[in-house]
């Protein structure tokens, strides 16, 4: 396997492929790794507007609990990852805050209850660890919230350039997998909405998301709203700029921000503090997140080829752990988390037009 002639094609340069790609160099230096992607690297991808959030706990009300341990291990990794890149990317794991208007605390106190029991990463807390933890807020608007410990965060755009640079072999070219199968002895197929044609049951979800700046603001947690209409995030990066998500849209329909996602957004983020009535508008973005039916990730194995799909809302919280399962499958080596991403029963199986075989 660690021949030089050994060729493994990784298709698609979202974070799935690039980090399949890393970790497949990492453990294969001497093999003939080819990263390929038809727009290019990096290319305005789900992943490259994504928020770059690896938060597990917030993200209980979208994967079942079960998923956590994965989270959590996707954490370290990247803090790993983060250190040998000398934190070019904005890797910051000093949790989220998590807050509600007072008028709409049932809803804390709902995702409250979902949260593991005896679990001292995340706590209930009150005005004046609210006010410790972000002194801008407004306590008397915000008086009760939850902090969660060590869930992190990164940039996208910074984390995506910096693991490309160190993948040796790239080409920007349109893979057709049934013929590359024949040409490679691995094929990773990791082309997110790309594969939809060959894959009946993916689906895409739309997610739109404005950054703006702000310089009468600091924040240094990753901040989640819970509200009836709008639930939204901000993820603080560099310089006072702030990128706030996401729609969740069922639509496949990828071409702008719409006007009233964009209201919607604006209106709770200026409910958060009035100083973003005058935050200039950097962008406003609008991706696909490759789903399938439960919205969990999903690998598939068939002969030379792993496909890696259905990130969802998870991209950067799983890729790692999805990529670890990758090197496991080829490897043949065993590894803890198999178990939750590759699914080798029949129905999911016949749900794949495309027969490998
Ligand atoms: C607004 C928004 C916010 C998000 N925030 C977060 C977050 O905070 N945390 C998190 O974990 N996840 C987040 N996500 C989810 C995450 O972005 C997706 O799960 C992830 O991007 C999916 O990655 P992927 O590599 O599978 O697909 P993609 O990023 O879509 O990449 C697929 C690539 O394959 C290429 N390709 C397709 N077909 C071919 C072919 N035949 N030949 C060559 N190349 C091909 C495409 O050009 C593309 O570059 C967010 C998503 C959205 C939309």
Redesign the pocket.
């Known amino acids: 396997m660690t021949k030089k002639s050994t060729k493994i094609s990784v298709?698609?340069?979202?974070?799935?492929?690039?980090m399949s790609a890393y970790m497949l160099q990492r453990q294969y230096p001497d093999a003939n790794i080819i990263l390929?992607?038809?727009?290019g690297f990096p290319?305005d991808?789900?992943?490259?507007?994504?928020?770059?959030?690896?938060?597990p706990y917030s993200e209980l009300d979208h994967m079942p609990e079960n998923y956590l341990g994965a989270g959590l291990s996707s954490v370290k990794i990247w803090q790993e990852i983060s250190n040998s890149y000398n934190n070019c990317f904005e890797f910051t794991n000093n949790g989220s805050l998590i807050i509600a208007h007072n008028s709409d605390h049932y809803i804390l106190e709902r995702f409250r209850s979902i949260l593991p029991n005896n679990d001292d990463q995340w706590q209930s807390i009150g005005r004046q660890a609210i006010t410790r933890l972000e002194p801008q807020l407004n306590i008397s608007k915000f008086c009760k919230g939850l902090h969660i410990k060590g869930e992190a965060?990164l940039n996208?755009k910074k984390a995506m350039p910096a693991l490309l640079n160190n993948i040796k072999n790239k080409k920007v070219?349109?893979?057709?997998?049934k013929e590359e199968k024949h040409m490679s002895d691995w094929i990773i197929d990791?082309?997110?909405?790309?594969?939809k044609s060959d894959i009946a049951n993916l689906r895409g979800v739309?997610?739109?998301?404005l950054i703006v700046y702000n310089p009468e603001f600091n924040l240094t947690h990753l901040l989640r709203l819970m509200h009836p209409r709008y639930p939204l995030?901000i993820?603080p990066r560099d310089n006072n700029i702030f990128l706030i998500?996401?729609?969740i849209i069922e639509t496949e329909e990828n071409s702008n921000t719409s006007l009233r996602s964009s209201m919607e957004l604006m209106s709770a983020l200026y409910s958060i503090h009035p100083s973003f009535s005058d935050a200039q508008i950097i962008e406003t973005?609008?991706?696909?997140?490759?789903s399938y039916p439960d919205n969990m990730?999903q690998i598939h194995v068939s002969k030379n080829m792993i496909i890696?799909?259905g990130?969802?809302?998870?991209?950067?919280?799983?890729?790692p752990i999805m990529a670890n399962c990758v090197v496991s499958i080829i490897t043949r080596q065993p590894y803890e988390f198999n178990h939750l991403f590759i699914k080798d029963n029949k129905e999911n199986a016949n749900n794949l037009k495309r027969k490998c075989a």
Do not use: Q, W
Request: some cysteine.
């Open positions: 298709v698609g340069g979202g974070i799935m492929g690039i390929y992607d038809e727009n290319n991808n789900a992943s490259f507007i994504a928020g770059g959030m690896i938060s965060h996208p070219k349109h893979i057709d997998i990791c082309r997110g909405m790309g594969a739309k997610g739109e998301t995030y993820v998500g996401a729609t973005r609008a991706g696909i997140r490759p990730p890696c799909n990130l969802f809302r998870h991209g950067f919280l799983f890729s």
